[in-house]
């Protein structure tokens, strides 16, 4: 059973950038598609970027051209750079694999 470990939340002002990753223990990890997702108060946890196993991506029309997803298989972890940062970005960021979920990792944009 695979397990995740996100890491790389903070606190950033607007126009800020923060990196999280998302580790994993577990084999087969780069046999897998990873997800990236958010949940802000309030809101439904919504998908943010995905990778294929083959590094294939797809981002919400929201995060287009700020942020970017990317893999690093002999690390078991996938990241997600995020430029540009918006108030509304605010959220717990989740990775997620294999029906497996993180514990997340909390995003803050605000100055």
């Known amino acids: 059973q695979v397990q995740l470990v996100e890491s790389g939340g903070g606190l950033v002002q607007p126009g800020g950038s923060l990196r999280l990753s998302c580790a994993a223990s577990g084999s087969g990890f780069s046999q897998y598609a990873v997800g990236w997702f958010r949940q802000a108060p309030g809101k439904q946890r919504e998908l943010v970027a995905v990778?294929?196993?083959?590094?294939?991506?797809n981002y919400a029309d929201s995060v287009k051209g700020r942020f970017t997803i990317s893999r690093d298989n002999a690390k078991n972890t996938v990241y997600l750079q995020m430029n540009s940062l918006k108030p509304e970005d605010t959220a717990v960021y989740y990775c997620h694999t294999r029906s497996v979920w993180g514990q997340g990792t909390q995003v803050t944009v605000s100055s």
């Open positions: 990778i294929s196993s083959g590094g294939s991506t």
